[in-house]
């Protein structure tokens, strides 16, 4: 029987994005080591595809509902560890209590491995997640940023660790989709076109793109922006686009699985986040060859390097917005910008290499 690895992701999948995959090619990596994969998520995943490729693989989906009352969730979770005596547990993105529950749980059924990984920059005014995570064999941050937001809340430093996550496959641009997907989102052939991935959460800071946009729109009449990632039918931003003036110029892809083609369709990243642990998004927009303006937040720094693969800016409006001018009017660099970002991207952001290192280093 081949030993369990059972992923405690706390997640809705809404579409086959960066993690999904990440979590498919992992999956495959330890089937290779000898285990067998088990994942859980709190709904059934959207992607077909997506659930099809983890068939294939041989993983097993577990739909456990963490998120509601949490004497009923804890039994749940009791539950499923004792059924299935994983011999290590990888958590992504838990709700506390399950944090504080896993290291009792984990040595009473012989798990040999309790891991963290770490996809978001943790509040120092959580003193609780201190407590619990000290209990676990490692924590791995996705960014040094994450790291250093672990080690401000004393969390033990000889179990930290970063790792940076990936993408797979080889990335080119493509000049059909770029006019196909233009041609479907009603984009002019002629259009500057600046796009940024993110769901429809204020920590993303579409609305800071939005403002700044608002702000440079009349002077750069070519410029749109593409939105990938926001349901228009269920956000209330597009009504927001449309109250400064922006609605005409500003399309919404939608929530896609493999989002990142539409980025065939773009001249220039934008990540406007308010917080970030690292980006998918912005390897996506590496990996075509994009120039990146991002804002200066957690992970983000890591990925762009001032001056030579993009642009750091303060995520503010106003910040955005003068960074925005000066890039707009700079064209003549972005080639350069985009080579370079790709190079990096190759150097330190591809998923295969990670994937192996993270399997040979950790379980």
């Known amino acids: 029987m081949k030993r369990v690895i059972l992923h405690l992701t706390g997640m809705h999948s809404l579409k086959y994005g960066g993690v999904e995959r990440y979590l498919l090619e992992l999956a495959k990596s330890s089937a290779r080591h000898g285990y067998r994969t088990i994942i859980q998520y709190e709904s059934y995943p959207r992607s077909t ?216 369709a773009a001249d220039l990243y934008v990540q406007p986040s308010r917080s970030e642990a690292i980006s998918f998004a912005v390897m996506e927009a590496m990996s075509l060859r994009l120039p990146v303006i991002a804002t200066r937040v957690g992970g983000l720094p890591e990925i762009v390097v001032e001056n030579e693969t993009g642009y750091l800016v303060a995520p503010t409006p106003l910040a955005l917005a003068e960074v925005l001018r000066a890039t707009l009017r700079r064209q003549q660099e972005w080639k350069t910008l985009g080579e370079a970002a790709f190079l990096r991207y190759r150097t330190h952001f591809k998923g295969e290499s990670s994937v192996q290192a993270f399997v040979e280093t950790y379980y």
């Not at 686009?241 to 493999?258: F, N, Q, R, S, Y």
């Open 49 to 264: 595809a997506y659930v099809q490729e983890l068939t294939d693989a041989g993983c097993e989906l577990v739909i456990l509902e963490t998120g509601s009352s949490v004497m009923k969730s804890t039994l749940s979770v009791v539950g499923l560890i004792r059924s299935i005596k994983p011999e290590i547990i990888q958590t992504h993105f838990v709700r506390g209590y399950i944090y504080i529950l896993l290291p009792l749980l984990a040595r009473l059924v012989g798990t040999r491995k309790l891991l963290a990984l770490i996809h978001s920059v943790q509040d120092n005014r959580r003193a609780w997640r201190r407590f619990a995570l000290n209990h676990f064999d490692q924590i791995i941050g996705v960014s040094r940023g994450v790291v250093a937001s672990l080690l401000a809340i004393k969390t033990k430093p000889e179990i930290v660790s970063h790792h940076y996550l990936g993408l797979f496959g080889e990335r080119t641009r493509s000049q059909k989709d770029r006019e196909s997907f233009r041609n479907m989102l009603g984009i002019p052939r002629n259009a500057i076109v600046i796009a940024c991935i993110a769901f429809d959460s204020p920590i993303k800071g579409v609305d800071i793109l939005l403002d700044a946009f608002a702000e440079i729109s009349k002077q750069f009449p070519l410029a749109h922006l593409l939105s990938i990632g926001i349901d228009p039918l269920q956000s209330s931003l597009p009504r927001v686009a449309e109250h400064l003036g922006i609605g005409k110029c500003t399309h919404w892809a939608g929530l896609l699985d493999e989002g990142w083609k539409y980025l065939n």
